[in-house]
């Protein structure tokens, strides 16, 4: 993703291990809060574990199994999270990308089968993310390309819509498992739609619009599913589908459950890795927009960690797969939240709500939990957000154009991996293409003016060259066709910077070398100045460039500059050498 790492993020350099992280853990347990924040997280847990409801139950709905299992999760997810998370006032949920990434991954299984492989899924996904924080792999998230991950939420987005289209309309679609190729067929039979499922979500939504901006507040979206669910019973419609047509609320808190590892496929392997990179991007942006109050750092792979100890519990509580959710830490810090325990109240307070309602929820009416899915995709798309990838140029456009393609039209798993190795290719592209050249010039005043650089070298003149970019791969390439031609000059020193580059390469080894060849042919020197040592290391060990020939070697001092003006003087005195000896000949 092409987002700026925030100052306060910790770098991804002496991590904490198992042992450190366990310390890390009871102290932050620790630190109680005071009664005034306790009472303020207090409040704001509650605010979340209401907005939660319909969105858990939702995401329910979106993986195809009870919204009871969206409870679950909502109820050991903030829980997990609160106590392992660095970043102290997120919270860990059900997001609908992650649902509805599982809920593609497990394909047509349906029952029992289908509950106990997203049971299996979700602890594996867990697995993956607590692995991935182990081995530190937090700063990769920052070479997800903005745009890929622009037009895979777009992409999202417009299939979580097409995906409930179904539920708001009472039709389900027989044209297979695309869901572009089943609203074509719901638009080819609209006059098999429910007219009163229809009228349910549009109340639904008129009330989420609406119920919000009055004084319920945060309890307007809840209340927006609860007056149609009413309505529904009152008049006694039973052509409209309720949660219990789905499956039967169980009472009480959920034991700990194994899943089986019968329900273990190539597609639940697959499906695991992909939702285990949606969410922890996904969470990484959550990370970096909601810094700590107290301004201490956080630790991406920490967060991971988190994510991915969420995920475990969750799958061996019967829930679904969660992950840093950005509207539900929003409504959180909205609502006051101060310390870590507002996300731990926001998960008790949803355990107190399974334990006290879990009648109510079997009526809830599915059109109204489509309908709220499908507000909520609707928010997620930002189009100036889009039309700014737009108009970066045309590999921004290719990324978001053909990443929400791949979403739309490809499995998620494929999607997900089409977007990783796309992120790649542009970084490799942008990093290739990227490169510049110029010639450094001491003015009279003994300011450095910078120059374009010839593409011919003059003769028996000293060129002084820096380069910007990447020079691996590609970039050492481009270089190579960029640096000034030594064809026909004689005597010719060309002193190439190279301060701030810690390593070199096996390309721009390489490059340099046959570009001494070619000015030795020509009785021409090459000066490699503002070395680091670990780079002369590198270029004595190989043996590609004997540095006590035609190239010569400075290291880097404390003092810019000083490597590269000794370089020049020592280039002058060489050519003065060379015009005595020619003279005396």
């Known amino acids: 993703m092409e987002t700026k ?44 574990a209401v907005s939660s409801v319909p969105d858990g139950m939702a995401s329910g709905i979106l993986v195809g199994v009870n919204p009871i299992f969206g409870l679950y999760a909502c109820m050991v997810g903030p829980i997990a999270g609160g106590i392992f998370s660095s970043t102290r006032l997120m919270i860990i949920a059900t997001t609908s990308a992650a649902s509805l990434s599982a809920g593609q991954a497990l394909g047509g299984l349906r029952g029992e089968a289908r509950e106990n492989a997203l049971f299996l899924m979700v602890v594996l996904i867990g697995v993956l993310q607590i692995v991935f924080g182990l081995v530190r792999t937090g700063q990769l998230t920052r070479f997800v390309s903005y745009s890929v991950m622009t037009g895979f939420i777009i992409g999202i987005a417009v299939l979580t819509i097409l995906s409930q289209l179904p539920t708001i309309s009472g039709y389900e679609p027989t044209a297979g498992n695309n869901k572009v190729t089943q609203t074509f067929n719901l638009l080819a039979n609209l006059d098999r739609v429910k007219v009163w499922s229809l009228a349910t979500a549009g109340i639904t ?12 507040g ?32 169980p009472s009480g808190i959920p034991m700990p459950h194994l899943p089986s590892l019968s329900g273990l496929s190539f597609e639940v392997l697959t499906g695991a890795f992909a939702v285990a990179v949606i969410t922890l991007v996904q969470g990484a942006g959550v990370s970096q927009s909601v810094p700590n109050p107290d301004g201490s750092r956080r630790s991406m792979s920490r967060d991971f960690i988190a994510q991915g100890v969420a995920n475990a519990a969750s799958g061996l509580f019967r829930g679904l797969p969660v992950g840093g959710s950005l509207s539900t830490t929003a ?69 978001i154009v053909t990443t929400f393609l791949s979403t739309l039209l490809l499995p998620i798993q494929a999607a997900v991996g089409f977007g990783v190795v796309l992120s790649a290719l542009l970084y490799i592209n942008e990093s290739s293409t990227d490169i510049s050249v110029v010639e450094l010039v001491k003015r009279d005043d003994g300011l450095i003016e910078e120059r374009k650089a010839p593409k011919q070298l003059p003769s028996g003149k000293v060129m002084v060259l820096d380069v910007y970019g990447h020079l691996f791969y590609a970039g050492a390439r481009t270089l190579e066709r960029l640096l000034p031609k030594p064809y026909g000059a004689e005597h010719a020193v060309v002193i190439l910077r190279l301060r701030g580059r810690n390593t070199v390469g096996a390309t721009l080894l390489e490059v340099l070398s046959n570009y001494a060849d070619k000015l030795q042919k020509l009785d021409g020197r090459l000066y490699l100045t503002g070395m680091s040592e670990r780079a ?43 015009s005595t000896d020619e003279n005396g000949a």
Do not use: C
């Open 5 to 48: 790492q925030t100052s306060d993020v910790e770098p991804e350099v002496n991590q904490p291990g198992l042992g450190e992280l366990r310390e890390a853990v009871a102290n932050h347990m620790a630190r109680l809060p005071s009664q005034a924040s306790l009472r303020e997280d207090g409040i704001a847990g509650l605010n979340s």
């Open 205 to 216: 939504l008129l009330l989420a619009i609406v119920l919000p901006r009055t004084r319920l």
């Open 218 to 249: 945060n309890f307007g979206r809840l209340a927006a599913i609860v007056v149609p669910s009413l309505l529904v019973t009152l008049l006694g419609l039973d052509g409209v589908a309720v949660v219990r047509d789905v499956g039967d609320i």
């Open 331 to 399: 409504l959180s810090v909205i609502s006051g939240a101060r310390s870590h325990w507002a996300a731990i109240f926001a998960g008790l307070w949803m355990a107190l709500l399974v334990v006290v309602f879990p009648g109510m929820v079997s009526y809830v009416v599915m059109p109204a939990l489509g309908m709220l899915l499908i507000l909520a995709s609707v928010s997620t798309i930002k189009p100036l957000e889009a039309l700014s990838v737009w108009k970066t140029g045309w590999s921004s456009r290719l990324a």
């Open 536 to 578: 002369r290391e590198q270029v004595v060990s190989t043996g590609k460039l004997s540095l006590t020939g035609p190239v010569r070697a400075y290291e880097a001092t404390p003092v810019v500059w000083e490597s590269t003006s000794e370089a020049v003087s020592d280039a002058h005195t060489w050519l003065v050498s060379k």
